[in-house]
C-alpha cells in the first residue's frame, strides 16, 4: 500500500489544476499539444477531465473513453443519447468536486455547453478551445457564449473580427494543423514496397464510426477506379485512434494496402502522398500543410444533411477554402459524394499544372492560419496560463 505524507498532499494540491474536456480525435489532438505546451512552461500544474490517446501522453486520466462522445448528426445522435446525458452528468459531478483552477473545453460545443451549464457557479475561468462557427451557421448561440465562458480561443485569423464587436473575448492561436511537418517520405517508400515512379494515393475516412462505415466504402471504390486508371498508384490507409480494429476488419479483403496508425508513420506518409481522398475535417488543413493535392467528401443521413442545408449560411465546407474565398479544394458533399466524381477529381490532381495550382493555395492558406510565426500550442497555453494568473 502506498501512503501520501501530509506534506506530499499539500504540495499536491498547492499546484494549479487545469481540467481539460475533449470529445474527439481532433479535439484530443488540439489537448495534447496545449498541455505539452503548459509542461514546456515550467509550471508545475495538474491535469485532469476527458481525452484520448494524446492528452493521455500527457499525463490525463479521462474520466470516462473519449471515443463515446464522437458522434456527429442529429439522428447518429438520438439512440446514444442516455448515455450521453450521464456521462454529461459525470463531468460536471467531477468538475466540482475537483474545484479546478481553469477550465478548458476543446471544440466539442455541444457537450461543453452542457456540462458548463451544470457548474455555472464554478469560479474557475472557462475558456474554449477552437472558437464556435457561429459565423456559418446559428449566430444568435452568441448569447449563450457570452455567458458559458470567459474568452474563445480561435484557429482561424477572421474570428476575432467576428466575435470581439459582440463583446465575446476571443484571442486568435492559430490552427495547429497548418504547422509543416517532417515526415521521410523515402523511408515511408522503402517500407511498403512503393516502386521507383509509383505514387500514393491517401484515403482518410474520418475519425468517427459512423464517418467510417459511411465513408470508407465510397473511398475505397474511387481508390479502385483511380488504379485502373493508374497501375503504379499504391493505396494507403489511415486509421484514427481507437478504430483500428474496425478499419482491419472492414479492409481485410484488400490486398497490400498499408494501414497508418496514428504514430510517427503518418507524418512519414503525408510525406510521400501524391494524392488524398479525404473525409471532411480539420486533416484538410494538415493535408495543406503537408502540401499533399487532395479532394474532400462527406455524406451524412439524409435528415441530417436537409436540416444542414437551412441552417448552413457559408459558401465553402473546407477550411481551406473558407479562408481563401474560394475553391481550391474541390468538395463533394452529399449526393456530388460518389466514386465516380472522386475518381475524376483525384485524376484531375495527379496532373503538375493541377497539383501546383492548389499547392500555391495552399502555401496561402497556411501563412494566415500561423500568426506571427510562433507554434499555435504554445499561444494557446499563454492564454490559459493568463487565466490561471488572474485566478490566482
Known amino acids: 500500500m502506498i501512503t501520501v505524507s ?34 514546456r512552461s515550467g509550471q508545475p500544474m495538474r491535469f485532469a ?46 468538475i466540482v468536486r475537483r474545484d479546478p483552477d481553469v477550465i478548458v473545453t476543446i471544440d466539442a460545443p455541444s457537450f461543453a455547453m452542457r456540462v458548463m451549464s451544470r457548474v455555472a457557479s464554478r469560479r474557475a475561468p472557462r475558456l474554449h478551445y477552437v472558437a464556435p462557427q457561429l459565423w456559418a451557421w446559428r449566430p444568435g448561440r452568441i448569447h449563450t457564449y457570452r455567458k458559458t465562458f470567459d474568452r474563445l480561443l480561435a484557429l482561424l485569423p477572421f474570428e476575432p473580427k467576428y466575435f470581439e464587436p459582440k463583446d465575446m473575448r476571443c484571442t486568435f492561436v492559430g490552427h495547429p494543423a497548418a504547422m509543416p511537418g517532417k515526415g521521410d517520405a523515402e523511408g515511408f517508400r522503402a517500407r511498403h514496397g512503393v516502386a521507383n515512379g509509383g505514387r500514393v494515393l491517401l484515403l482518410l475516412p474520418g475519425s468517427r464510426s459512423g464517418e467510417i ?42 490486398e497490400d494496402v498499408p494501414l497508418v496508425i496514428e504514430t510517427q508513420e503518418r507524418a512519414d ?26 479532394v474532400i467528401a462527406y455524406r451524412v443521413n439524409p435528415l441530417t444533411a436537409w436540416i444542414a442545408r437551412r441552417l448552413v449560411h457559408v459558401k465553402y465546407a473546407d477550411l481551406v477554402n473558407i479562408i481563401l474565398d474560394r475553391p481550391v479544394v474541390p468538395e463533394l458533399i452529399q449526393q456530388d459524394c460518389t466514386p465516380e466524381r472522386l475518381a475524376e477529381e483525384g485524376a484531375r490532381l495527379l496532373t503538375n499544372s493541377a ?23 504554445e499561444r494557446a497555453a499563454e492564454a490559459v496560463l493568463a487565466a490561471l494568473s488572474g485566478r490566482r
Open 49 to 94: 477531465g476527458v481525452g484520448g490517446a494524446r492528452m493521455s501522453e500527457q499525463g490525463l486520466a479521462s474520466l470516462f473513453p473519449m471515443r463515446e462522445l464522437s458522434v456527429m448528426g442529429l439522428l447518429e445522435t438520438l439512440p446514444r443519447l442516455p448515455r450521453l446525458l450521464r456521462r454529461i452528468r459525470e463531468t460536471a459531478d467531477d
Open 355 to 377: 497539383a501546383t495550382a492548389q499547392r500555391d493555395g495552399f502555401a496561402e492558406a497556411t501563412r494566415r492560419m500561423l500568426p506571427d510565426g510562433k507554434p499555435p500550442f
Open 269 to 294: 506518409l503525408f510525406a510521400a502522398s501524391s494524392l488524398a481522398l479525404a473525409t471532411s475535417g480539420t486533416v484538410s488543413v494538415e493535408l495543406a500543410a503537408a502540401g499533399v493535392p487532395h
Open 6 to 39: 501530509a506534506s506530499d498532499a499539500t504540495a499536491e494540491g498547492a499546484r494549479p489544476l487545469v481540467y481539460l474536456i475533449a470529445g474527439e480525435v481532433s479535439g484530443d489532438q488540439l489537448g495534447g499539444g496545449l498541455m505539452a505546451a503548459l509542461r
Open 213 to 254: 462505415a459511411r465513408m470508407l466504402p465510397v473511398l475505397a471504390e474511387a481508390a479502385r477506379k483511380l488504379q485502373a486508371a493508374y497501375p503504379a498508384l499504391k493505396t494507403a490507409l489511415l486509421a484514427a485512434p481507437g478504430h483500428e480494429t474496425e478499419l482491419r476488419a472492414a479492409t481485410a479483403f484488400w
